[in-house]
């Protein structure tokens, strides 16, 4: 019996991501050429043309397939929890081998290539997006004091992660999420009794 025709087509298009994944992580972005990919994956020049119409297309979905998606909160947790489960949860994502071999290449993208730049911070709006939603039960929960800067408070608590996982320590994140989590709950009580 022959194989659908979706299956096909979205298992060729696997084979296209992963292979192009996988050239921009060894070869930077200049050694994502559409015969590269074509080659390593093993699927035809034409068939990568029906999935994506230039080799930018095809890079900023790769990018946009390799972006993790961190998923709602859960807000029933208490802000203490809540902000705990969703920092442990992108400290998960950052200690991940396949997303910490990638973020150099991607941010080397961003840097020449605008579609790249609109999904990377569209990923980042995202995620501010999510932790203003924690922050804003904070405040409800007198835990915290207007006014917060969710992208500031993104940096401050996901920006030693980032680093650890660039610099290929890891194995530090457990503990780095523990601390910096332990710091900006503490700087939280001591405002709001302050207040």
Not at 39 to 62: C, E, F, I, P, Q
Not at 112 to 119: G, H, I, K, S, Y
Not at 156 to 170: E, K, M
Not at 174 to 192: G, Y
């Amino acid at each position: 019996m022959n194989e659908p025709t979706s299956a096909r087509v979205a298992r060729s298009r696997e084979k296209l991501v992963r292979a192009a994944t996988d050239l921009l992580v060894e070869a930077g972005p200049r050694g994502v050429t559409v015969d590269a990919v074509a080659d390593r994956s093993g699927v035809a020049k034409s068939t990568l043309y029906r999935h994506w119409a230039s080799r930018d297309d095809m890079l900023v979905d790769v990018v946009r397939c390799n972006v993790p998606d961190s998923g709602p909160p859960d807000l029933s947790l208490g802000f203490a929890g809540a902000l705990r489960a969703y920092i442990e949860s992108l400290a998960a994502t950052l200690a991940d081998p396949e997303w910490s071999r990638i973020v150099p290449a991607l941010m080397s993208l961003r840097a020449t290539m605008p579609e790249l730049a609109e999904v990377v911070d569209g990923d980042r709006d995202s995620k501010a997006d999510v932790l203003r939603s924690i922050l804003d039960l904070g405040v409800d929960e007198g835990l915290l004091t207007l006014p917060i800067d969710a992208e500031e408070t993104m940096i401050v608590l996901v920006g030693p992660l980032v680093f650890a996982s660039i610099t290929g320590q890891s194995e530090r994140l457990a503990t780095l999420t523990d601390r910096v989590l332990d710091d900006f709950m503490a700087a939280s009580r001591s405002q709001v009794s302050h207040t």
